[in-house]
């Protein structure tokens, strides 16, 4: 793919991380500037505000259209700071592109949908829009290759000014955040596609502003190339999305506060103690894979035992043991409740598979 570094994309100077701020959803004249006026800073340099919202349930608020276009125009030839909006169909691109937005966006929803997408890479050739950035926030399903999909289809028809933003997945358990963020994912994004500007969206990530700045930093250390956030004037009062969003006052002091990391430690001796502890990492995931495929041979041993007095492959009070076992074990060394589960849910089914195939 043939795409344009960020720097050149007249939003930001130098390596800074590109900083894209606002509200959820533009309600009113009134609420547009009051928030706009508090981000003039040197870390905001897009105001975001949401003119068309995709709803989960109908009848909820679904944004205030074309009205609101007009108010970001208002708001760059107020504050000179740069605006964008979201874009899901034909009629979205042109109204967007007559009303002059600096960037756009792709939003989780419609990036699931290649037909919606096409139909956005059309109209922003048929209406002279590739020179607009255009974002791609990642579908609400964990797909790579959807999310990856959507921006060849832009790229095809020639946007050059492409990013993605990390917003996380949706998720049917309840979990300490609103969509998991699954940091693996834009991770390998980030892999096969090095040039492609990654930001991340704590907001939509979170669902609550209280972990706003963690998420921030984790992405910050995962040099990612800036970060989308949800702010409004009054944000109890916000129409949509309330929860997560901050005051500009807030936003502001976020990304102030926020450490940026340098791409390799600068002095030597930091170097030399990373790479140390990096073969202690190598090592450990050595043992790590052939411990667990000792545990696979033992599994299939008792497997042939199994077959050979024909007892069922799953015994659930063994299963049970097991779990409460490993798992108060793995708590007493600070492991998480979470990442235990996952890990002997995927040894067992693994075992299972194993004793399953031998059955055949
Ligand atoms: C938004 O940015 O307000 C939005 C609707 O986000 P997402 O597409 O990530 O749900
Ligand atoms: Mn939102």
């Known amino acids: 793919m043939e795409i344009i570094d960020l720097k050149n994309w007249g939003l930001v100077n130098g390596d800074i991380p590109l900083g894209i701020v606002g509200p959820c959803s533009a309600e009113t004249e009134e609420q547009v500037m009051e928030t706009a006026k508090d981000l003039i800073h040197k870390n905001v340099h897009v105001f975001r505000a949401g003119i068309w919202k995709p709803r989960t349930k ?32 034909d009629e979205h691109v042109r109204l967007a592109l007559e009303n002059e937005m600096d960037l756009l966006w792709v939003g989780a929803r419609t990036t699931v949908n290649p037909f919606a997408v096409q139909e956005i890479a059309d109209a922003l050739k048929k209406y002279g829009g590739l020179d607009v950035p255009v974002l791609v926030k990642n579908p609400i399903n964990p797909d790579l290759e ?54 991340c969206d704590p907001s939509h990530i979170s669902g609550r502003r209280d972990l706003i700045f963690d998420i921030s930093q984790t992405a910050l250390n995962l040099e990612f190339n800036g970060l989308m956030i949800e702010s409004h004037c009054s944000p109890d009062d916000a129409w949509s ?22 791409h390799a430690a600068d002095n030597s001796q930091t170097q030399r103690k ?66 235990t589960k996952k890990l002997f849910e995927a040894v067992h089914q693994e075992s299972i598979n194993n004793q399953d195939e031998l059955m055949k």
Request: glycine fraction near 6%; aromatic fraction near 6%; charge should be positive.
């Open 58 to 89: 109908p009848g909820s608020f679904e944004g205030v259209g074309e009205p609101g276009l007009k108010w970001l125009r208002k708001v760059r030839d107020t504050y000179g700071l740069k605006v964008g909006t979201e874009v899901a169909t």
């Open 146 to 199: 959807l999310w990856i999909g959507a921006l060849e289809r832009l790229n095809a028809v020639g946007v050059k000014k492409l990013g993605a933003i990390h917003r996380g997945f949706s998720t049917y358990e309840k979990i300490k955040y609103r969509n998991v963020p699954k940091w693996q994912i834009p991770i390998e994004f980030k892999r096969r596609l090095p040039n492609v500007p990654m930001i």
């Open 241 to 262: 999305d309330a929860s997560q969003q901050v005051t500009p006052k807030k936003a502001v002091e976020i990304t102030e506060e926020l450490h940026l990391r340098n």
């Open 274 to 339: 990373i790479n140390a502890l990096r073969k202690q990492i190598d090592e450990l995931d050595h043992r790590i894979i052939a411990m667990i495929a000792q545990r696979m041979d033992v599994a299939k041993e008792i497997g042939k035992t199994k077959k050979e007095s024909n007892v069922a492959v799953l015994q659930v009070e063994r299963w049970e043991e097991i779990i409460k076992d490993r798992h108060d074990m793995a708590i007493s060394k600070g492991l998480s409740d979470e990442f």
